[in-house]
């Protein structure tokens, strides 16, 4: 078994593992599976060597990657008078310094004076802002609608602006721990986030991930952490799945929360390209389920299962929700529907059918969420029932069981409520 050197992993693979036993309803092979994978990981060659104990690879930032990531400075780009006036590079702006002969000027000082002590500062800043704002917003723009301007924007770039570079990690991660924690605590938000708010709960598929060895972990850190139920990870200031192909290439899928590098990774590190038309995969997939026979794998970026080949993987350009079914047919969209989060889920005593799954108020029979439909007084009742007990009322569209429908004059059924309606109406 795999003994982590830190407590803070070892403790963070307990309480995986003990949340997705209790709450994420896989069937007994597959979480026994999971566990295994999770205490005996099975890691390609491509990434094990790379490797420390914690299952992570660090990898420090250089200056041209730091330049390419820093949105504070992507952001200070708005001022290209000044920039181009004085020559400004990322050095200055990282240092905040400007040599001017003998004399070093505070760049985020020096903007103002700029901008602010003659006519032509002025004008040259309303050309530098046009494409940004409103031509409305520049029309009475003068002193000091300039100067609130500036002292904003310039604190929204320091806000913006990378930490010191020697903060700044890269890290390659077969910890479990990162993939399950992938989108959740972040200031960007993906349907991974164990706190989203898209029904359709794309992170109750993340376990199946565990089980992908084509699969790593990608992100860039500034070393802060970040806890939810207790798990314990770096942030990610960005991040992506990389997926290996049969010629041992490491494809890099969706950046979150943007793309930076669009396939030009000079300088990175770890040889990567962009995930492409081309992509085979090196391993087939043997999913995880769900106990009712619903594969567990996650939401695709990218890549979507083979038609023909549904235990591999294809690209796909968009990517999307696929699983497949206890019959092996691939289905399309999220299978659970749950309005709520993980942490929601583990304060109650129900587990993800609990939640997501409906009986049929009529016959009792399971019902899956793109089935559900409610009756007119609001209970759930299954495709079954629908087409055989159940009509339409003619007059609002409500379910209504066929024996509790009232046939008129015409042949038309309605429910109760609209039947006796109409009857007040004509007396
Ligand atoms: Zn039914
Ligand atoms: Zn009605």
């Known amino acids: ?137 520049i029309e009475d723009f003068d002193e000091p609608e300039s100067r609130a301007f500036l002292s904003k924007t310039l604190q929204e770039i320091a806000g913006l602006k990378l930490p010191n570079i020697d903060d700044m990690q890269i890290v390659l991660s077969m910890n479990f721990a990162d993939w399950f924690m992938s989108a959740t605590k972040e200031t960007w938000n993906s349907c991974f986030n164990f706190e989203s708010s898209w029904d359709g709960i794309a992170w109750a598929q993340i376990p199946g991930f565990a089980i992908d060895k084509n699969r790593a972990f990608l992100y860039i850190t500034n070393g802060h952490r970040k806890q939810y139920l207790n798990i314990d990870v770096q942030r990610f200031v960005y991040r992506t799945f990389l997926m290996l192909d049969d010629s041992d290439n490491i494809n890099a899928l969706r950046w979150y929360p943007t793309d930076l590098f669009n396939g030009d990774y000079k300088g990175f590190p770890i040889k990567l390209k962009n995930i492409d038309y081309n992509y085979k995969p090196k391993y087939n997939i043997d999913y995880l389920t769900f106990k009712n026979g619903y594969s567990c ?79 007119v007084n609001g209970n759930p009742i299954c495709e079954d029932c629908r087409e055989n007990e159940y009509i339409i009322c003619y007059d609002c569209g409500a379910l209504v069981k066929f024996e509790e429908a009232v046939e008129n004059s015409f042949g038309l059924f309605k429910c109760r409520s609209c039947h006796d309606y109409n009857t007040r109406q004509q007396i």
């Open 297 to 375: 794998y996650a939401y695709q970026d990218h890549t979507k299962f083979d038609l023909d080949n549904t235990s591999s993987l294809i690209y796909h350009q968009k990517g999307g929700h696929f699983g497949l079914n206890s019959k092996n047919e691939i289905v399309q969209g999220s299978h659970f529907m749950f309005v709520g989060t993980l942490y929601d889920l583990n304060n109650s005593s129900k587990t993800l059918m609990d939640v997501t799954y409906k009986k049929c108020f009529n016959c009792g029979e399971q019902i899956e969420h793109f089935d559900l439909c409610y009756d």
């Open 1 to 137: 078994m795999h003994r982590f050197d830190n407590p803070v992993d070892e403790q963070n693979r307990e309480i995986i593992i003990d949340l997705v036993s209790k709450k994420f309803d896989l069937d007994k092979k597959s979480l026994d599976r999971f566990k295994g994978i999770l205490y005996y990981p099975d890691i390609d060659s491509a990434y094990s060597p790379l490797l420390e104990n914690d299952l992570r690879a660090r990898f420090r930032m250089n200056r041209s990657l730091e330049e390419k990531l820093d949105l504070g400075w992507e952001k200070f780009q708005i001022f290209s008078s000044f920039i181009k006036d004085f020559n400004i590079t990322y050095g200055n702006f990282k240092a905040n310094k400007l040599q001017e002969g003998k004399s070093v000027r505070r760049i985020f000082k020096f903007i103002y004076d700029y901008y602010l002590s003659s006519h032509k500062g002025l004008s040259a800043l309303k050309t530098d802002i046009k494409p940004t704002v409103s031509e409305y917003y």
